[in-house]
């Protein structure tokens, strides 16, 4: 991937917010929760909300350490590795109760929403993308 | 030993379906060819055409080459729904893939070997996916050969090096592509002689068909839209290698790695030789792995004196941001240009540059590299530890015969003038000649208003139309390595080719001709590719 900070910023908010909701909707009712289905979806698509939303940020970083490779390209494995950092912080800003609604999320739920909904918009991104957006390649991953 | 020399006219060797330079043809006053009026006036009339005695053929658009070029242009524009009746190819080879084969070939990457390509650059292929390193691991059927290619893409460049086709991979999908597409029935085949404005809009693009296959000497194609796909404008011998080849008529012991020399390896083989191998870029790394390879599996003793003239010592580059690796003489990166330039931060920078400012990028980001290959690396570490490959920075100052068969090259080294004699010199550097070098090229510089780039080739817009030669509302394209030094840098490689196809299909979506692909398109199109399905619009 060759991503531009504006790219990197709209392929998030796809990926995450359209990939990832499709995903979570379908993963939740099978997520280790013992609540009912709509306390379910509060904790899951929480734990997505946080992804995005700190994502955001997160992208600055990853881009700043873009700036140091010749190739300014960010290969498959670092997006994949990403997941590690951006997962811890999401568990504990989800634990910390500052999220809206104070989600009941346990580990194990966390793991299996986060682990999965990574996993999910990781292997779209590096493929199937550009099947639905021919043009996303070439354009540093912006859709507009 | 293979005499050579009707494959090299000029300075400029000769590639399949390639004209040589000649001197302007003198009208034969016959009907049906080019007349003194028509060669002179920058402007056609239909009436000046017909009065010549030109047949002509009605279409809307004509691509000149018939390479890669034109192929990836004509498979965007069948899947935007173009039928096969609306474009003509004009092409002096019998596949897409003829003149890319042929300087592989030569350059020692047979169908088996891999290239320098990624593995999402597919011309067989406009979205990229799957990736050839995918349907490499499809194609197997041991679970260590499925699983070798998917985890090279995966670890790339961190942990493997980058993941490249094998280059008979990348032509089998252009066949099959090209079937599926009706690419057959859109070629013409034959050389063109010039593309010229029309009075009243359009163009006018003169064919000359194999001889006896048309009634008249030449054909016209009368179209709205021209794209102008002719791969190398030429490719030129060092001087001082040019000089020694003319001057003592010796075309088999001095030799361009892009011209067939394979009579070097195999006399290699049968006696201890010296090689001298001139450059340091990715054609330089593979002839090295095949003198390298010959030795060890094939018992070669062959000796290799690799001379250069800059020696990259560290990583290099103006400032922390903009630092490429390099070292053991060679500047190192995965492709001929950096990821960043195909579709990323690197590529929307050198769109927004001008004049000095995107020559002096494409300097910093261009220039003469090679892939950081373990083999390779490993290979010459070998080689200098035993001493059968010695390295020699310097210039030439002249290549003379020597006693005994040999060619001794001279160089000014920092130690002083250093003689090199050798049983061969292979040219890896890979000079191009002048756009001025390809007829049509010239010809458009000359009548059609293109201009040059400040890299001195042909001069086009972000969206790949040729800057002066629009005529009325039509517009003439150039795609490919004639036009390096415009706003998109990457333009002589297979995803060069998909994104210039890309900014000209869109370009005449924009114009009515085709429809603009999108989403809903692009995976029902996809659909179709994955199960081979014919497209529709063919003859």
Known sequence: MTPTLWGRIQTRIFLIGVVGSIWTLIITPVVPLSA???????????????????????????????????????????????????????WLIVRSGVVPGKPQVTLMAFLVSFVTVWLVTWIFVTGPIRVAFPRWRFFGGRFF | MNNLEPRMVNETIITPGMEPPVEPEQPTGAAGDLTDELLHADFWSDDLVARAGIPVVDVPLVSVGGGMGSFVLCDW????????????????????????????????????????????????????????????????????????????????????????PRSGQVFKGV???ADRIGWWSMVEHGQVRMVRKRDRGGYFTILTPPSGTTPTKRV????????????????????????????????????????????????????????????????????????????????????????????????????????????????????????????????????RSEGEDRKHLLEIMGGTTTPKRKLWRHQLARGKREGWYREYIGEVTSVEPGPHDTVVTKINTSGGVLELPASFIIDATGLEADIKQHRVLADLLEHSGAGRNPLGKLDVERNFEIRGARSGTSKMYAVGSSTLGGYYAVVDSFLGLSYSGLQIADDLANQGFCKRIGSWSSVRNWWLWSFHRELPGRR
């Open chain 2, 77 to 164: 524009l069948r899947i935007a729904g173009v039928p096969t009746s609306e474009i003509k190819v004009l092409s002096a080879t019998e596949t897409p893939w003829e003149t890319y084969q042929y300087l592989a070939s030569s350059s020692q990457v047979p169908e088996h070997e891999r290239l320098r390509s990624d593995s999402v650059s597919c011309p067989d292929n406009i979205w990229g996916y799957p990736s050839y390193a995918f349907r490499e691991a499809f194609g197997e059927r041991s679970l260590s050969k499925i699983i070798a290619p998917l985890w090279n893409v995966f670890t790339e460049p961190i942990f493997t090096d980058y993941f490249t």
């Open chain 1, 36 to 90: 009912p289905l709509s306390t379910k979806y509060q904790g899951t698509f929480s734990v997505l909300g946080v992804v995005l939303v700190v994502g955001l940020v997160w992208e600055l970083v990853w881009h700043f350490f873009q700036q140091f490779r010749w190739e300014k390209d960010w290969p498959a494995l670092f997006a994949l590795a990403q997941g590690v950092p951006e997962g811890i912080a999401a």
């Open chain 2, 220 to 351: 016209a194609y009368r179209s709205n839209w021209v794209q102008i796909a002719v791969g190398y404008p030429g490719l030129r011998y060092l001087p001082d290698l040019q000089e020694y080849r003319q001057r003592h008529r010796d075309y088999a012991h001095v030799v361009n790695a892009y011209e067939p020399h394979t009579h070097i390896y195999e006399e290699l083989l049968l006696r201890p030789g010296t090689v001298v191998v001139r450059g340091s870029g990715i054609v330089a790394s593979r002839i090295l792995q095949r003198l390298i390879d010959d030795r060890d599996h094939h018992g070669a003793q062959t000796t290799i004196n690799h001379l250069f003239r800059h020696y990259i010592r560290e990583p290099h580059g103006p400032n922390i941001w903009m630092r490429r690796p390099g070292g053991n003489g060679w500047a190192y990166q995965g492709f001929n240009w950096p990821k960043g330039s195909w579709g990323g931060q690197l590529k929307f920078r050198l769109e």
């Open chain 2, 175 to 177: 066949r099959r592509e």
